[in-house]
């Protein structure tokens, strides 16, 4: 099994830098997931790890072998990188059936005819295609041609399999099902893999680690968990589906939680989740809807302690549950409770509510936007599809 190690990359269209100094490590035997938004460098970092873009400067290596590093003029060509790779469109060739399309690679490999059959059989059984093997690709739904693509990567033993958004072209379902296999299939190839996704259910269900990037740069690397319950900035949070995420102010720290002041006034609000900041500092305190509690504020008017009061914007059926969007103190604060929540009744839009950061449900992020907001201005893609050989 082969780590794979990009250290310092550098890489340019014209005068647009896409990704600087970037690094990265899989560990052998790894699915490590690229995940974030349209055009922020994902494709280019598989096509540099395949040798299908040069970068102006860095190191990759694939186990211990320097595939790439333009100042001591090291390139390796594709081909010799032991690299299965599955593009977003699959690239299958058209003209080839199924069989011919995955014994391709081996072909390039000059493996002799017999063990040629015997492999590619086998792969194709693995991935359930083994029945259309003499089918024209043109002949398949997308979901048979991406379990194609997977076969033509997997089939020579790669040591590394790279792949770029291979599901976005398949419905909800098929989507959920072939994540699945594609983790087994990784899992028996003993390959490391780098996975690239901007959808962080994807991402969260399918690696061991996640590396989320914002124009090149990489924000956090974490296990799915952490990811997913702790990002490290209000990008993160926001790209793994925090819904709300409010300004506040440091106001007390003790015994390893923090308390922060809403700008909407309401508070203190208290977790021990997050960034630790000393009293004064401005942080963004990040929920989720469904941790957050809500309730009317009826006759009596009064929110409980640390609540903020507000009024209901819109009550949304949200399959099983119910969305609350409420304005508070300012701020727009989005609950989902269980369709009986909030004490049995549904609360109507209109009415008066509090919102309640139960302790520890919500997380202290860093606000790195204000100091990136020319950046995010940029329009995010003029993004040319990209494609490549095997
Ligand atoms: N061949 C190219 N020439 C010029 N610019 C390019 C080229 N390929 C990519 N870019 C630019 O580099 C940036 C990163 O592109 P890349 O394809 O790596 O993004 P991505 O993260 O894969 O996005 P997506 O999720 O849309 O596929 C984009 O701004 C894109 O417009
Ligand atoms: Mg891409």
Same mark, same amino acid.
């Given at each position: 099994?082969?780590?794979?190690?990009?250290?310092?990359?550098?890489?340019?269209?014209?005068?647009?830098?896409?990704?600087?100094? #970037?690094?990265?490590?899989?560990?052998?035997?790894?699915?490590?997931?690229?995940?974030? %938004?349209?055009?922020?460098?994902?494709t280019?970092?598989?096509?540099?790890?395949?040798g299908?873009?040069? =970068?102006?400067?860095?190191?990759?290596?694939?186990?211990?072998? *320097?595939?790439?590093?333009?100042?001591?003029?090291?390139?390796?060509?594709?081909?010799?990188? !032991?690299?299965?790779?599955?593009?977003?469109?699959?690239?299958? /060739?058209?003209?080839?059936?199924? #069989?011919?399309?995955?014994?391709?690679?081996?072909?390039?490999?000059?493996?002799?005819?017999?063990?040629?059959h015997?492999?590619?059989m086998?792969?194709?059984?693995?991935?359930?295609?083994?029945?259309?093997?003499?089918?024209?690709?043109?002949?398949?739904?997308?979901?048979?041609?991406?379990?194609?693509?997977?076969?033509?990567?997997?089939?020579?033993?790669?040591?590394?399999?790279?792949?770029?958004?291979p599901?976005?072209?398949? !419905?909800?379902?098929?989507?959920?099902?072939?994540?699945?296999?594609?983790?087994?299939?990784? !899992?028996?190839? $003993?390959?490391?893999?780098?996975?690239?996704?901007?959808?962080?259910?994807?991402?969260?269900?399918?690696?061991d680690?996640?590396?989320?990037?914002r124009?090149?740069?990489?924000?956090?690397?974490?296990?799915?968990?952490?990811?997913?319950?702790? %990002?490290?900035?209000?990008?993160?949070? !926001?790209?793994?589906?925090?819904?709300?995420?409010?300004?506040?102010?440091?106001?007390?720290?003790?015994?390893?939680?923090?308390?922060?002041?809403?700008?909407s006034?309401?508070?203190?609000? /208290?977790?021990?989740? $997050?960034?630790?900041?000393?009293?004064?500092?401005?942080?963004?305190?990040?929920?989720?809807?469904?941790?957050?509690?809500?309730g009317?504020?009826?006759?009596?008017?009064?929110? %409980?302690? =640390?609540?903020?009061?507000?009024?209901?914007?819109?009550?949304?059926?949200?399959?099983?549950?119910?969305?609350? *969007?409420?304005?508070?103190?300012?701020?727009?604060?989005?609950?989902?409770?269980?369709?009986?929540? =909030?004490?049995?009744?549904?609360?109507?839009? $209109?009415?008066? =509510? /509090?919102?309640?950061?139960?302790?520890?449900?919500?997380?202290?992020?860093?606000?790195?936007?204000?100091?990136?907001?020319?950046?995010?201005?940029e329009?995010?893609?003029?993004?040319?599809?990209?494609?490549?050989?095997?």
């Amino acid at each position: 099994m082969s780590a794979v190690e990009l250290v310092g990359l550098r890489k340019s269209y014209g005068n647009v830098t896409v990704l600087d100094d #970037f690094s990265l490590r899989a560990n052998p035997g790894e699915l490590v997931t690229l995940l974030g %938004p349209s055009g922020c460098g994902k494709t280019t970092t598989l096509r540099c790890i395949a040798g299908l873009e040069r =970068a102006e400067s860095g190191e990759i290596r694939i186990g211990e072998r *320097l595939v790439a590093c333009p100042e001591r003029r090291v390139y390796l060509p594709p081909n010799r990188r !032991d690299i299965g790779m599955v593009f977003q469109s699959y690239a299958l /060739w058209p003209h080839m059936s199924v #069989f011919a399309n995955v014994a391709y690679p081996l072909r390039v490999r000059r493996r002799d005819r017999r063990d040629r059959h015997r492999a590619v059989m086998e792969i194709l059984a693995m991935v359930g295609m083994d029945r259309f093997a003499q089918r024209p690709v043109t002949e398949l739904s997308g979901g048979q041609q991406q379990r194609v693509a997977l076969a033509r990567a997997m089939v020579a033993r790669p040591a590394v399999l790279l792949f770029d958004e291979p599901l976005s072209n398949l !419905d909800a379902k098929l989507r959920r099902s072939m994540r699945r296999e594609i983790r087994e299939a990784h !899992d028996r190839s $003993g390959a490391t893999s780098i996975y690239v996704t901007h959808d962080q259910e994807e991402a969260i269900t399918l690696s061991d680690r996640v590396v989320v990037i914002r124009t090149g740069t990489i924000q956090q690397v974490g296990t799915p968990r952490e990811i997913y319950t702790e %990002p490290a900035t209000r990008f993160v949070a !926001d790209f793994v589906g925090f819904e709300n995420l409010l300004t506040a102010t440091v106001s007390e720290v003790r015994d390893g939680s923090t308390g922060v002041q809403l700008k909407s006034g309401a508070g203190p609000v /208290w977790t021990s989740k $997050g960034i630790a900041r000393a009293p004064g500092t401005e942080v963004v305190l990040a929920a989720r809807a469904d941790e957050l509690e809500i309730g009317s504020l009826g006759a009596r008017g009064e929110p %409980p302690a =640390a609540a903020i009061a507000g009024v209901i914007r819109s009550r949304t059926y949200a399959g099983g549950r119910v969305e609350y *969007l409420v304005e508070a103190g300012g701020a727009r604060v989005v609950v989902r409770t269980p369709e009986a929540g =909030a004490g049995g009744s549904l609360l109507d839009a $209109g009415g008066g =509510a /509090w919102v309640r950061f139960p302790a520890d449900a919500a997380v202290l992020v860093d606000d790195e936007n204000a100091e990136r907001a020319p950046q995010e201005a940029e329009p995010a893609a003029e993004s040319v599809p990209v494609q490549g050989a095997t």
